[in-house]
């Protein structure tokens, strides 16, 4: 997040109401009417969609500094549901406020234009990716993207069930359970509850 961007988050801040939400509280779902966008303050949470027989993708994942909600400036339903995964505290601000804001002050509106930007390149990459790769090649794509480096070692912090990264590479929990059983037996990975620690550097193929 630039300065920029922290400067527009902050002027949209005034205009809305600040309240906690608690973990696995579906802030806005999928479907229903978009009258309002939401800024992140602290915390996590998970944008997902539902797919075929059922099945929930999930897309991104959200944190301080971010925001979600802009479609409602096309006056459009929600194309996806947004859950905390950790407690958060979000600003609500109206579609009405954020309109007058952005009337009054064309610079936010590029601000806003240029997040969104970022956005849709972050989830074309992600779309391609769950259209192009196999499910293994999804599994490594999403652990270059999470992974940090602790103490010298390669690491994707958690707590991340297999069902969450199943619904990140569009895949069953089951296939997942598969191949991280693979990766360890093949000394490529450590898996414990919190986190998975890349004991070397994973094939491009499995």
């Not at 459009?76 to 009337?103: G, K, M, N």
């Not at 270059?144 to 103490?151: E, G, P, S, Y």
């Amino acid at each position: 997040m630039t300065v920029d961007d922290a400067a527009f988050l902050l002027e949209l801040a005034r205009l809305g109401e600040t309240r906690s939400w608690e973990a696995g509280v579906d802030v806005v779902r999928e479907g229903d009417p978009a009258d309002s966008m939401y800024l992140i303050h602290e915390g996590e949470l998970r944008v997902v969609v539902a797919g075929d027989g059922g099945r929930t993708v999930e897309l991104t994942t959200l944190h301080a500094g971010e925001f979600f909600g802009e479609l409602m400036l096309s006056g459009d339903r929600r194309s996806a549901t947004v859950q905390t995964v950790q407690r958060s505290w979000l600003t609500r601000v109206s579609a009405t406020e954020v309109q007058i804001l952005l009337a009054s002050r064309p610079d936010l509106g590029l601000r806003l234009l240029q997040a969104l930007g970022r956005r849709v390149r972050t989830l074309t990459r992600t779309v391609r990716n769950l259209a192009s790769a196999s499910v293994y090649g999804r599994l490594v794509g999403l652990f270059d993207t999470l992974a940090v480096d602790i103490d010298g070692q390669r690491v994707v912090p958690g707590p991340l069930s297999q069902q969450r990264i199943a619904e990140r590479v569009g895949a069953s929990k089951a296939m997942v359970n598969r191949l991280l059983q693979d990766l360890e037996r093949g000394g490529y990975a450590q898996v414990t509850r919190d986190r998975i620690v890349l004991l070397k550097r994973l094939p491009s193929r499995w």
